[in-house]
């Protein structure tokens, strides 16, 4: 069965700390690695990542495949309160463009002031 | 914003009612889903579309329908609500020749 499982569930942390979050996939046909941010409304697509190794960065943001290990990890430096927010991880898999996504069960982060 | 509208965007049903969300988009896209969020189950596909009257299932689709009869409209039917479809309901839509997916604001079901 495929599955996306996403660790630290929660994470409370304070203005200026770095995070780390992590992604653990098990699915057949992988194409893809999807980041998400989620505050009281719709997900908001952060990054998407295909190949192993190659970083993508946004600001204090950056993520980074590794296939061979099946995981992605979020970095988020330089915390702020504005970062706090659900952070979802999914994975497309599948041939040709059917957009299935498998989503883990998301890290609830709270940055304290 | 990604174009996506959801109506209604709040809902209070009874059991065994039947309820119809509708996602509406303005990006002409060909691809749409519908998504169910529940707490400690992050998002969960229920169906999604490949276009006008093109139809399939995702992993918690019993109790759901749809359909799609012009490419910017659509919609997911509960034939007769259960307590169990209380949710919020995400509607999704993926431009050409990407793997991103952009989300509606969501429809918050109750089923009392």
């Known amino acids: 069965e495929d599955k996306v499982v996403q660790s630290p569930l929660s994470l409370v942390v304070h203005e200026g700390d770095t995070v780390t979050l992590n992604c653990s996939y098990e699915v057949t046909n992988f194409r893809s690695l999807l980041w998400y941010k989620q505050e009281k409304k719709a997900p908001t697509f952060l990054f998407m990542l295909?190949?192993?190794?190659i970083e993508k960065k946004s600001g204090r943001l950056s993520s980074i495949l590794d296939k061979k290990e099946l995981s992605s990890i979020l970095n988020i430096t330089a915390t702020q309160t504005g970062d706090s927010a659900i952070y979802l991880c999914a994975v497309e898999k599948g041939s040709g463009n059917t957009g299935k996504l498998i989503f883990g069960q998301g890290t609830t982060l709270q940055v304290k002031p | 914003d990604a174009g996506i509208t959801q109506s209604p965007r709040h809902k209070v049903t009874e059991t065994g009612t039947p309820v119809t969300l509708r996602c509406h988009q303005t990006e002409n896209h060909r691809y749409m889903y519908w998504y169910r969020q529940d707490p400690g189950h992050g998002l969960r596909l229920i169906h999604y579309?490949?276009?006008?009257?093109?139809?399939d299932k995702g992993e918690v689709s019993d109790g759901y329908s749809v359909s799609r009869s012009k490419t910017e409209d659509f919609l997911l039917t509960l034939e007769s609500a259960t307590s169990s479809q209380t949710s919020v309901y995400f509607c999704?839509?993926?431009?050409?020749?990407?793997?991103?997916?952009?989300f509606g604001p969501g429809t918050r079901l109750t089923v009392l």
């Open positions: 999704a839509i993926s431009p050409p020749n990407t793997d991103t997916q952009y």
């Open positions: 579309s490949y276009g006008v009257k093109d139809t």
């Open positions: 295909t190949s192993s190794g």
